[in-house]
């Protein structure tokens, strides 16, 4: 089968039959054919093949080839979930536990990669110790995203100290009308006798 001109999206992927197959990146915005057949997609440009993928029937939506990738795009390949969580820790400990809630509130780790390498683009802006302190502020306001930490650089809130307010003191109130428990327990014995 063959598809017609179809434009590379910016993510250099195009899409055929509700799935995303990539091409080489220095090809985004060129126009591109696809061909088709039950098991194989292939990528045309000027009638010269640059991508052939396995065609994709499962869930998978994007169809990746790494070497279509820029280089920036793969050094993210080279990262894990844990691998990000000790380098947060090398930083300090709240990095490390807002890379880790960042990863587990995803739907999967992948998802929260950009949101972390964030954080080490912080590091490198305003250094690990204000980070840190930012990320402990991020997650005592319940604000664990990397647009939250930012935030609190940008104005400077990582320097002023948190305040936590202290439990509302709960005082037993003393009434005539009041029954305390041994009233219940009380009526409770008549009962079972």
Same mark, same amino acid.
């Given at each position: 089968m063959f598809y017609g001109e179809l434009p590379i999206n910016i993510d250099y992927h195009v899409e055929f039959d509700t799935r995303y197959y990539s091409?080489? &990146?220095? *090809? #985004?915005?060129?126009? #591109?054919? #696809? =061909?088709?057949?039950?098991?194989?997609?292939?990528? *045309?440009? =000027? /009638?010269r093949r640059v991508a052939s993928h396995v065609r994709e029937y499962g869930r998978r939506r994007f169809i990746t080839n790494p070497e279509h990738m820029p280089a920036a795009h793969r050094a993210h390949l080279e990262w894990t979930p844990s691998k990000l #969580? $000790?380098?947060? $820790? @090398?930083?300090? %400990?709240p990095v490390a536990e807002l890379i880790?809630?960042?990863l587990t509130?995803? %739907?999967? %780790?992948?998802?929260?990669? =950009? $949101?972390?390498?964030?954080? !080490? =683009? *912080?590091? !490198?802006q305003y250094g690990g110790e204000r980070v840190s302190a930012a990320c402990q502020r991020a997650l005592a306001i /319940?604000?664990? @995203? &990397?647009?939250?930490?930012? @935030?609190i650089l940008k104005n400077g809130l990582d320097r002023v100290p948190i305040l936590v307010e202290a439990p509302a003191k709960v005082v037993p109130i003393q009434? $005539? /009308?009041l029954r305390g428990p041994g009233y219940y327990q009380q009526a409770l014995a008549l009962l079972e006798a």
């Open positions: 091409v080489p &990146y220095q *090809l #985004v915005h060129e126009p #591109v054919e #696809v =061909r088709a057949t039950a098991h194989v997609v292939e990528v *045309l440009h =000027r /009638n #969580v $000790a380098w947060g $820790a @090398s930083v300090g %400990p880790t809630t960042i509130t995803r %739907p999967h %780790p992948e998802h929260g990669y =950009r $949101a972390c390498m964030g954080l !080490k =683009r *912080l590091v !490198k /319940n604000g664990a @995203s &990397y647009t939250s930490v930012h @935030s009434h $005539a /009308n």
